[in-house]
């Protein structure tokens, strides 16, 4: 090891300090490993050899069932040793760890720590006096020349010598990074032969963190979070503003109450599209679906004889039981809601149209019809008792939020549990390689629009409950922007492919919370739609920088 403050380890005084570890623990470990020879590692070796005969086709059934008779009685004596050696592999992981934890860290770990800091000092200093030097060298060319060329061409060479000397100390910095991170990530891997992979949670939690501080790179880390570190500072000014401008807080249990309950809605509408830009499409239907299915459900739902009228039609459905008509509503809301998407989802999966056409043409007809029908008048409130059955506020929490996380869990689940949220990730990312793998990309395509068809029509059905009824054809009117701005702030990527049911949700979380911050504050409806613009355009360069930093 060094002495001196300035000296740091070479390779061979790291491996000196690290012998005396190794040959401790690997001791210990060629005991365990003796213990575990005809115990747990046969155990292992006969559960493979068990699950491989199950998947032998070219096995009779009585061949198959007599190897696995014969795997599960050795397995039982194998498991008899390993219970007979449990307590002394313990024994010797205890004594293993031990060691570790007394001399790992101040015997080699933070010596080696140590070294690199020094050898980073050493390598920033040695870069600045090679650029000292460059620049001298540079200084004393220039002086001799007279040549417009040739002054032109000495500052080109000298640039690249400028960024040589860069690389030159880029590398070194990343070798002493590299050689740090794997003094750091060798106490795992002892660890790891000793436990056979079994971390404690402290333990899985330092590898992460030790982790992502190696792969930190300031440039992704800007380009990936840089619009939430920039929403969140508007947010912190707002919060200071509210109380000066308008003296309200905007930080309070009923307001942060108000904001999910406000966004919990439109995470319907959000989670639906998010699977239609994972296949590089969208929808701009969404909100002429809301007040599709806002009037539909208001029709069903309405208190007392409907005061308006469907193509010449006055409905009442005040016969009914009120428990019948909300369900009869949701039911109908998202009937309408998946015809339309299933439509709008079979022209682009068949013809290939872009979904921008497709959904607009959609947007127009739902919009030309539902207007046509009901004469584009609003049908009023609902039954006051609805509400309070599907959406009541128990000890001032509203239920609508339980709504939302419900919706949530169900798409995270059927986006990373089931084959057809694989296949979705697949055809997203490239469906010309998921066809060739045998996936349907018209069968996914479709399952998406349905999907989404399925979550409008419950969000527009709870916007109801949450609205009272008001339902009309004009409701719901640059909603689709919304949910599309918050899927693209939230990370789901127009490229295809890319994206997480997080980031949906604090996509709508975000610009819930921010238009309801500038409604506090007063600010003008028109100056708010600035801000989501603003945000939008930001949002999708960021995600455009992402995509062509990765090509």
Known sequence: MAKGNNETLTAEQEMQLRQPIEDYVGEIQKKIDSLREDGTNRVVTLQNSIDATKRDRSLTKEERENRIAANSAEMEKAKAVEAKNKDEIAKLISDAESYLKAHFDKDYYLPLKESCEREKALAKEKYDIKVAELNKEHENTLSKLTDHQEIKDEKYVHKNRLFDAKMDLDKELQRIKDRRHAAFVWQYHLIDMLRLSKFTFMETRAQKWENYKYTFNRRTFLLQNGLYIAIILIFIGLCIAAPVIKNVQLLTYNNVLNILQQASPRMFLALGVAGLILLTGTDLSIGRMVGMGMTT?????????????????????????????????????????????????????????????????????????????????????????????????????????????????????????????????????????????????????????ILAGILYGFGSWLECARMVGSGSAAYGQGWEMDAIAACVVGGVSFTGGIGKISGVVVGVLIFTVLIYSLTILGIDTNLQFVFEGIIIITAVTLDCLKYVQKK
């Not at 029709?299 to 039609?313: C, K, P």
Request: glycine fraction near 12%.
């Open 297 to 449: 459900a208001t029709i069903i739902m309405h208190q007392g004889i409907n005061t308006g009228a469907v193509f010449g039609h006055v409905f009442d459905f005040t016969g009914m039981p009120i428990g019948v008509r909300v369900v009869f509503a949701l039911v109908m809301c998202i009937i309408l809601c998946t015809c339309f998407t299933a439509i709008g989802g079979f022209f682009t999966a068949k013809f290939k149209m872009h979904p921008f056409i497709s959904t607009m043409a959609n947007m127009l007809v739902i919009f030309g019809l539902v207007t046509y029908a009901t004469k584009g008048v609003s049908f009023g409130a609902i039954e006051p008792a609805i509400p309070k059955m599907i959406i009541p506020k128990i000890n001032g929490f509203p239920t609508i939020i339980l709504w939302a996380v419900a919706a949530i869990v169900i798409v995270w689940f059927i986006w990373n549990k089931t084959t057809f949220g694989k296949n979705l990730y697949a055809v997203g990312g490239n469906p010309e390689a998921a066809a060739v793998s045998g996936i349907s990309v018209f069968g996914v395509t479709m399952g998406a629009f």
